[in-house]
Structures are given as C-alpha cells and as structure tokens.
C-alpha cells in the first residue's frame, strides 16, 4: 500500500525558505504516468496546488507561487521535496504531499497526513 | 485560472439523509472533475475522479455526476463517518489545479 509522509521544521522565520520532504513507501516514485505534488490549505480558503514533480524532474508550478517555489526528487531516496522561499505568515498553513495520476484527469491519491508549517519570528 | 465553486459552504444533515453538493468551474472542464473528502487530523481522501467514476474502495453510496461547467456530488444515505470536508477539484489545466473552497457536511 503506497504512502506518503511529509517531513521538516514546523516553524519557519518570516522571510525565510520553508524546507518539507516527502518520503513515499510502498511503491516507487519512479513510476510511470504520476506525478508527485505538493498542497496546501491558505486559512480560510479551499486546498491550494502548488505543484508537481514527474521523477526524471519535469516540474510544473502554480503560476501564483511559482517566483518562490522550487520542487525537487530523489529517486534514490525515494523522497520529492519543496522549497518556498520569502515566506510571510500568509503561508503558515498545513501542508501535504500527493500522487498525482497525469494519465488523465490530475486526481490526487493517495495523499500524506500533512504537517502544519508555522511562519513566526 | 480556472475558478471553482461549492454550494453548499455548509449543511447539516442526519444519518440516512441523501446529501447533494454542487460544484461549478468558471469554464469548461468537461469531465475532468474529482472529489475529496478531508476529516480534521487525517490525509484527504480522492472519493470520485473523471466526474463520476468511483475510486476502488470507495462505498457506492458516494456518486458524481456532470460535464462541462456542473458538477454534482451525492451521498445516498449518510453515514456516520461521512461527517467530514468534501471537495471538487479540476484536473484540466496544468497551467494550475484549483480547489473548490469545501463544503462541511456536519451532524444536525
């Protein structure tokens, strides 16, 4: 049964890079026809995508975050990573990694429990 | 972007009751629709993908529907463990997937 666990600091300083991890078990991320993406939840609002990393690093952003974030894979680890860079605390949120199936329709399955990112000083 | 939205934002219904959430995109997306359900503390769970077709484990009380701009979410009698977020998202432009803002189903 393919996993997904995100990892990394819980509190980031304003204007600094949130760093996160996500470690897949239970399958390959070298698998053909997914991508592995990175979500998030703003306060107050719906889930936000902010992008997706195929395993040989074709990547994809969200045109609204895309200055500032940089997905990144390590098939050897089997571990995909984010970095979002000059962070405010309209970014303190709970983060999530996904598999992503590009075959069609972009479904998102399954996804890691998330992990809560606070930007504080 | 493609912007969605959900209506209910919220209802409150009773085990047993069928439940309908409707989520609209501001452009076509044929059917390139799918729906979550997300409880506090756990990982969001893909329901239906493709509009209507159910994820593999997925009980059949759960169904969509709809194509283009409208979109339907059902649950044919609501169970107790169906309290939780549910979510359309569109899967049709790569220039970014967007999320409808939720709908929270609670208990009446």
């Known amino acids: 049964q393919l996993q997904l666990q995100e990892s990394g600091p819980g509190l980031v300083k304003p204007s600094e890079t949130l760093s996160l991890t996500c470690t897949v078990s239970?399958?390959?991320?070298?698998?053909?026809?997914?991508?592995w993406g990175w979500i998030r939840q703003p306060p107050g609002k719906g889930l936000e995508w902010i992008g997706s990393?195929?395993?040989?690093?074709?990547?994809y952003y969200n045109p609204s975050l895309k200055s500032r974030v940089t997905i990144s894979v390590d098939t050897s680890k089997n571990q995909f990573s984010l970095k979002l860079s000059s962070v405010t605390a309209a970014d303190t949120t709970v983060y999530y990694c996904?598999?992503?199936?590009?075959?069609?329709?972009?479904?998102?399955?399954?996804w890691g429990q998330g992990t809560l990112v606070t930007v504080s000083s | 972007d493609i912007q969605m939205t959900q209506s209910p934002s919220s209802l409150s219904a009773s085990v047993g009751d069928r439940v309908t959430i409707t989520c609209r995109a501001s452009q076509s997306i044929g059917s390139y629709l799918n729906w979550y359900q997300r409880k506090p503390g756990k990982a969001p769970k893909l329901l239906i993908y493709a509009a209507s077709s159910l994820q593999s484990g997925v009980p059949s009380r759960f169904s969509g529907s709809g194509s283009g701009t409208d979109f339907t979410f059902t649950i044919s009698s609501l169970q107790p463990e169906d309290f939780a977020t549910y979510y359309c998202?569109?899967?049709?432009?790569?220039?970014?997937?967007?999320f409808g803002p939720g709908t929270k189903v609670d208990i009446k």
């Open positions: 998202q569109q899967g049709f432009s790569t220039w970014g997937f967007t």
């Open positions: 996904a598999r992503q199936w590009s075959g069609s329709f972009n479904w998102f399955d399954p």
């Open positions: 990393i195929y395993y040989n690093g074709n990547t």
């Open positions: 239970g399958g390959s991320i070298s698998s053909s026809g997914y991508y």
